[in-house]
């Protein structure tokens, strides 16, 4: 036999080969449409986002806004946007506590925000939110019954949590608080809604408070003028400076200084 006629294909051998070619085939056709198909769906000229729903009770934030800052964040078409960048994007708006997206079939970003609730006014430019979180948006809205907070952004947190805690010590004393100062030493200075001032200073300034809502009845009983302010700074006690009454003012030539007393072993 012949050196040609050996290695002469068979028939079986085409077969096999013909077999073995078709799913071949198929698979690489498969696999182009694919690719053709991942590229056309991240072609935002192909599927674009052309409807941005916002869901959520919105009370402060415009919703123009709002879907002017999701339009900025989108990059891709309605399969390759990045939903979290876009999350991020709103939540960098200073009214959103929080935010979450999903896609509607065929072209449209559902957006639900919570918004944020403010707890107190923070310094001249700022709200702060109960979980303390500081915002300051563009125009601060004049809201009824909100208090002052004033410190370092940094202690918001800290600093929220003792004012709720000082706010419900205060109102068992039938007193409301009103504007809250921390200083860089971290002393402590309250007014309250009458007007009167607390001193607490930077240690203890809970057992500080709760001694003076304590004695708040028994001061109230002593002159029959309420107290203007009270220094709560010392180790066994505290002073007190009384509010004049406007008869004495009008009775004597001069503006009469008001009386400090010095309550110890308290």
Same mark, same amino acid.
């Given at each position: 036999?012949?050196?040609?006629?050996?290695?002469?294909?068979?028939?079986?051998?085409?077969?096999?080969?013909?077999?073995?070619?078709?799913?071949?085939?198929?698979?690489?056709?498969?696999?182009?449409?694919?690719?053709?198909?991942?590229?056309?769906?991240?072609?935002?000229?192909?599927?674009?986002?052309?409807?941005?729903?916002?869901?959520?009770?919105?009370?402060?934030?415009?919703?123009?806004?709002?879907?002017?800052?999701?339009?900025?964040?989108?990059?891709?078409?309605?399969?390759?946007?990045?939903?979290?960048?876009?999350?991020?994007?709103?939540?960098?708006?200073?009214?959103?506590?929080?935010?979450?997206?999903?896609?509607?079939?065929?072209?449209?970003?559902?957006?639900?925000?919570?918004?944020?609730?403010?707890?107190?006014?923070?310094?001249?430019?700022?709200?702060?939110?109960?979980?303390?979180?500081?915002?300051?948006?563009?125009?601060?809205?004049?809201?009824?019954? #909100?208090?002052?907070?004033?410190? /370092?952004?940094?202690? !918001?947190? %800290?600093?929220?949590? =003792?004012?709720?805690? &000082?706010?419900? +010590?205060?109102?068992?004393?039938?007193?409301? #608080?009103?504007?809250?100062?921390? /200083?860089?030493?971290? !002393?402590? %200075?309250?007014?309250? =809604?009458?007007?009167? &001032?607390?001193? +607490?200073?930077?240690?203890?300034?809970?057992?500080?408070?709760?001694?003076?809502?304590?004695?708040?009845?028994?001061?109230?009983?002593?002159?029959?003028?309420?107290?203007?302010?009270?220094?709560?700074?010392?180790?066994?006690?505290?002073?007190?400076?009384?509010?004049?009454?406007?008869?004495?003012?009008?009775?004597?030539?001069?503006?009469?200084?008001?009386?400090?007393?010095?309550?110890?072993?308290?």
């Amino acid at each position: 036999m012949s050196r040609s006629q050996k290695t002469q294909p068979t028939p079986v051998t085409i077969s096999v080969l013909r077999s073995l070619a078709m799913p071949l085939l198929s698979v690489l056709l498969i696999a182009g449409l694919l690719s053709w198909g991942v590229l056309q769906a991240r072609d935002p000229q192909v599927m674009p986002v052309r409807v941005v729903g916002v869901d959520g009770e919105i009370q402060h934030l415009e919703r123009s806004r709002l879907e002017a800052a999701v339009a900025e964040a989108v990059d891709g078409s309605f399969f390759s946007v990045n939903l979290d960048q876009v999350r991020q994007k709103i939540e960098r708006l200073p009214w959103i506590e929080s935010a979450s997206i999903r896609r509607v079939w065929p072209d449209t970003l559902r957006v639900n925000v919570v918004e944020q609730v403010p707890l107190a006014y923070w310094g001249k430019d700022g709200l702060v939110s109960q979980r303390g979180e500081v915002f300051r948006p563009k125009q601060v809205p004049k809201l009824a019954g #909100l208090s002052v907070l004033e410190g /370092d952004d940094q202690s !918001a947190s %800290r600093i929220t949590r =003792e004012y709720l805690r &000082m706010r419900t +010590l205060l109102e068992t004393a039938g007193l409301n #608080l009103q504007h809250v100062w921390v /200083d860089a030493r971290q !002393a402590w %200075r309250l007014k309250t =809604e009458s007007g009167l &001032m607390l001193h +607490l200073g930077r240690r203890e300034v809970m057992p500080r408070l709760t001694r003076f809502v304590q004695l708040y009845p028994y001061l109230q009983q002593q002159t029959g003028s309420l107290p203007e302010a009270v220094d709560l700074r010392y180790t066994n006690g505290f002073t007190v400076r009384w509010q004049v009454a406007e008869a004495q003012v009008n009775l004597n030539s001069r503006t009469p200084e008001r009386a400090a007393t010095r309550i110890a072993g308290i």
